[in-house]
């Protein structure tokens, strides 16, 4: 389970949900096994309690300037302008929409058109090596999952998958194109994967701990 470790001159270990982060607030000599056992007996409580914050985060988003949101896994100030194309610049994501309703429209459209991007360019890299041509792909809002291989071997991938660092959406394509020859989760399949992509489990890690980051 992923936190911020904070240190100070404090006696004892507290927990504290902040915008949907775990922080963990330690005296300088605690030892980290120490850490780790409390975050690991409070795993419960924890896991309620983002929860919530996800649901209370949601309910509070105002689709206005000023607000952030990830991309690229890193977090971009939102800015709303009248006319213009929505684009990344810099430390923001600039949207043309008039009011609310069409921010959230336009952020949607946003995600799923650099997704579209990013995921045909890693298509392009990787699909080669293992054995198919010009792949077709299609792009949706899944709640629970980032991607999928048919049996004809057509991808879909989820479209939020730009609010992911680069190397994640790579994993992604990665672990999908692997499932052309493996349909199925075993060794041999997660063997091919880190061919491939020898530090997986990190970027997999990473989507595990922050899919519900990855939402409007």
Known sequence: MGYKLIRSKRRTVAL???????????????????????????????????????????EMRQYTSGERYLYLGESKILKTIDTGESVAAGNQIVISAKNEIEVKTKLRKFYKAQTARLIKNYLAKHSNKFGITSPKA??????????????????????????????????????????ITHKNHSKSFWAEVEKYDPNYKTHRKWLRENHHKLSL
């Not at 004809?152 to 672990?175: D, G, R, W």
Request: aromatic share 16%.
């Open 16 to 58: 504290e949900i902040k915008d949907g982060e775990l922080y963990v607030k330690a005296p300088y000599l605690a030892p980290r096994f120490f850490i780790e056992r409390f975050v690991l007996e409070k795993r419960s409580w924890i896991e309620k309690t983002l929860k919530k914050s996800k649901t209370t985060r949601k």
């Open 138 to 179: 299609t792009y949706k809002f899944y709640k629970s999952k980032w991607g999928s291989c048919s049996a004809k071997n057509n991808f879909s991938f989820n479209a939020f998958l730009s609010m992911a660092p680069l190397a994640a959406i790579e994993y992604v394509v990665i672990h999908e194109l692997a499932h």
